[in-house]
């Protein structure tokens, strides 16, 4: 069953009740919910604590970092043997005209490089912490922002598919071109591939190859201005792109630690101390996911009935980015709101006129 990222249809302002389970729950969730009735627990609470465990159950902690690097050489190798060869046919029909596929060659690569900026920039973008729907509208999980993108492979592995397809074009000018680029040493395959190899593992490497005037193949002597130009573009997106790479991997990493002790068997008792375990502040979290802890921790005081917990930390937290039917679930059993709709401002800001003298 696909799912969207839209907003369940959630009575607010009234405690919920059995009946509105299934109006408003997909059939994956209602499961859940039967797993996991607790007599103890109001209706609102076992709805959060469901829509918590099937949130927290849709990361997949199976894919370790040593997966993710060895899908992303694969994804690496065939963008770059692929691109080679369409690249390599591409050209044969320019030729003789070296100018139009350099020009070629530009404008792909800045095409590229562009997609590059613009993830850079949406890497930190606030993700809302939201409610994900089935085709009918109903809720299925907790979306939990941040956490949710760390754990999609699809960024790590699109990084990757990039750096081949660069790979791939830079191989394929020098190989294709009459001049190749006034490269001699780039004038077969292997040679073209060595001189790639070089550009990228320069600055893979922090420039410790420039410094140490190492090289992976034979030297190129004196470049002129054009190609040293469009070395110095591949060299620079290179450089992105690992930068990028490691510190994707480096997130997942985090993130998956915060999974180590997670519970096989999920109920309130269970899910509220592994919640405590991750979410304090000796458990050292990554600070990037600090919404979704401060978030985890109203889930586990609310379903452990410390309603005047919950009143504090999400008066401590309002801006903290969740959306306005997430909030609504949060009522007590007079059906009080405990989570205010968010004032204007991003980020988790402390409100510093709420806090008390330490006691």
Not at 20 to 33: G, I, K
Not at 181 to 201: C, E, I, K, Q, R
Not at 278 to 303: A, G, L, T
Request: charged residues 20%; aromatic residues 12%; hydrophobic residues 45%.
């Amino acid at each position: 069953m696909s799912e969207q990222e839209t907003e369940a249809q959630l009575p607010a302002g009234r405690p919920l009740e059995p009946a509105d389970y299934p109006l408003n729950s997909s059939d994956e969730l209602q499961e859940t919910l039967r797993a996991s009735t607790d007599p103890s627990l109001s209706t609102n609470q076992q709805f959060v604590l469901a829509l918590a465990i099937r949130g927290y159950n849709q990361f997949d902690t199976t894919e370790t970092t040593r997966f993710r690097l060895i899908a992303s050489g694969v994804f690496f190798l065939l963008a770059a043997i692929a691109t080679f060869y369409f690249s390599v046919l591409l050209f044969g029909t320019l030729l003789p005209f070296d100018w139009l596929i350099v020009t070629t060659v530009i404008t792909a690569h800045l095409f590229f490089a562009n997609l590059v900026a613009m993830k850079r920039f949406s890497l930190y973008e606030e993700d809302k912490i939201s409610i994900v729907t089935d085709n009918h509208r109903r809720g299925d999980h907790f979306e939990f922002g941040e956490l949710d993108d760390v754990f999609d492979s699809s960024m790590v592995f699109g990084f990757a598919l990039v750096l081949g397809v660069l790979f791939g074009l830079q191989i394929a000018v020098l190989t294709a071109t009459t001049s190749h680029m006034d490269v001699p040493v780039a004038d077969s395959h292997v040679g073209s591939l060595l001189v790639t190899t070089n550009n990228l593992f320069h600055g893979a490497l922090l420039d410790v190859m420039e410094i140490y005037r190492l090289r992976i193949g034979p030297e190129t002597g004196v470049l002129p201005f054009w190609t040293a130009t469009m070395f110095l573009f591949f060299r620079i997106t290179f450089d992105g792109l690992l930068i990028l790479f490691a510190l994707n991997l480096w997130r997942v990493h985090k993130a998956s630690r915060l999974f180590d002790s997670f519970p096989e068997q999920l109920n309130a008792a269970n899910l509220g101390r592994w919640i405590h375990s991750v979410s304090n502040h000796e458990s050292r979290f990554d600070r990037s996911f600090s919404d979704e802890m401060i978030f985890s921790f109203i889930i586990k005081e609310y379903i452990l009935g410390r309603h005047d917990v919950v009143l504090a930390t999400c008066n401590q937290f309002q801006n903290i980015p969740v959306s306005d039917e997430v909030r609504a679930l949060f009522v007590d059993d007079s059906g009080r709101p405990l989570f205010a709709p968010r004032t204007p401002g991003t980020g988790s800001e402390l409100l510093l006129e709420d806090v008390g003298p330490d006691e």
